[in-house]
Each structure stands twice: as C-alpha cells, then as structure tokens.
T-cell receptor
Framework: GDSVTQMEGPVTLSEEAFLTINCTYT??????LFWYVQYPGEGLQLLLK?????DKGSNKGFEATYRKETTSFHLEKGSVQVSDSAVYFC?????????????????FGKGTKLSVKP | DAGITQSPRHKVTETGTPVTLRCHQT?????MYWYRQDPGHGLRLIHY???????DKGEVSDGYSVSRSKTEDFLLTLESATSSQTSVYFC?????????????FGSGTRLTVV
C-alpha cells in the first residue's frame, strides 16, 4: 500500500542554520504531496503542497520539490528561526487513475520534531 | 482552527466506559475524518465520512465507531475504552476536488484511559 517515510527526529539546529527534512514515498497512483506543521498544543496546519511531478511548493521560506524519479519531497529552509520549532509531517494523497480527479485520503509520515536554539 | 471545533479538549475516563468525541464544522465540507496521533506512529486514520450517513473504515478502526447524522457533526465513539486508546484525537475536514487539496484540522482531543 501507499506509504510515507520521513527522517527520524528530533532535529536540533541553531538559528539561521539550513534545514532539510527528508521525505520519500511509495504510491500506486498519482499522488499529491504535502508538508504539514504542528506547533505545540495545536492541530496540524498545511505548510505547502505539490500536486504533480516537478512542482515546487513554497510557503513562509520553506520549499519542497516533487521528484518523481526519486519519489521524494524533501523539505528545506535556508535560515531557520526559533519560531519554526515544531513537528513537521510529510503526507501524500493518492489519485488512482479511475478516481475521476478526486483526492484520496491523506497518509502521513511519522513526523520530525525540529527544535531551533537561539 | 476556524470552522472546525472538537469537544471535549481533554478527557480522562476509566477502562470499559463508553466515550464520545465530537467534531463540529461550519464549512459545509462533505468529507470529515478522525485520526489518532501517537508517538512513533504519526497520524493514523480511524474512520472517515463522505456524506451524511456515509462512513468508512480507516487503518485503525477496531474498537471505534462513528456517526454522521448532519453535515456539520461527526462523532467518534469508543464503545468500551481501553488503555491502548489513550491518544490525541484529531478531526479534519476537506471539500475534495477542485483546487483545494488541503485538509483543515481541529485542535485535538487528548484522551486518557485509566
């Protein structure tokens, strides 16, 4: 079945450091890919998305490129801030060929906790 | 989050008792979901609904039931709570299709079964 694998955490960085969180996926159809962020005590928020191969999603300085050849959707940010401390989830939603363009259910990775120190 | 609320936010219950969690939305979205979040597992889908009275099982549905009698409400019931059901439960909504591929999540319900 479909699945998402993301790098184990926790990840601890100093402010202004470069961030990469790796995410790879397996899917049988034509997935859309997402990154969600969860701040302490809150629900998940959509951070960015990409719906087809070679698309780049970006938001708040974060970006991720949908790489079909490597089945990857790695999250990057050039300079992290303390306020970026959170748990980040990679997710996919599959689009089977005969699904009529509708979206499948979301499948999540296990999450990566990021802590940024001043 | 705006448009979706979960209640209660926290609950402690005893093993063997029934528990119902409520998810309420004001967005008139067709699809609603219940997930549980556990350390080392991420979020796992329990049940989802694609319309009034239309529901289906997710990855971890054993021990849970759901009901949706109105578009705006999606209830999750633990018929006889067990300690393994101690978790944080999230509801999500989605309008499916069009240009909106994102889910909107509620703030979660922290359930402790003692």
């Amino acid at each position: 079945g479909d699945s998402v694998t993301q790098m184990e955490g926790p990840v601890t960085l100093s402010e202004e450091a470069f961030l990469t969180i790796n995410c790879t996926y397996t899917a049988t159809g034509y997935p859309s890919l997402f990154w969600y962020v969860q701040y302490p005590g809150e629900g998940l928020q959509l951070l960015l998305k990409a719906t087809k191969a070679d698309d780049k999603g970006s938001n708040k300085g974060f970006e991720a490129t949908y790489r079909k050849e490597t089945t990857s959707f790695h999250l990057e940010k050039g300079s992290v801030q303390v306020s970026d401390s959170a748990v980040y989830f990679c997710a996919l939603s599959d689009h089977p060929k005969n699904y009529g363009g509708s979206q499948g259910n979301l499948i999540f990775g296990k999450g990566t906790k990021l802590s940024v120190k001043p | 989050d705006a448009g979706i609320t979960q209640s209660p936010r926290h609950k402690v219950t005893e093993t063997g008792t029934p528990v119902t969690l409520r998810c309420h939305q004001t967005e008139n979205h067709r699809y609603m979901y219940w997930y549980r979040q556990d350390p080392g597992h991420g979020l796992r889908l329990i049940h989802y609904s694609y319309g009034v009275k239309d529901t289906d099982k997710g990855e971890v549905s054993d021990g849970y039931s759901v009901s949706r009698s109105k578009t705006e409400d999606f209830l999750l019931t633990l018929e006889s709570a067990t300690s393994s059901q101690t978790s944080v439960y999230f509801c999500a909504i989605n309008d499916r299709g069009g240009s909106n591929y994102g889910y909107t999540f509620g703030s979660g319900t922290r359930l402790t079964v003692v």
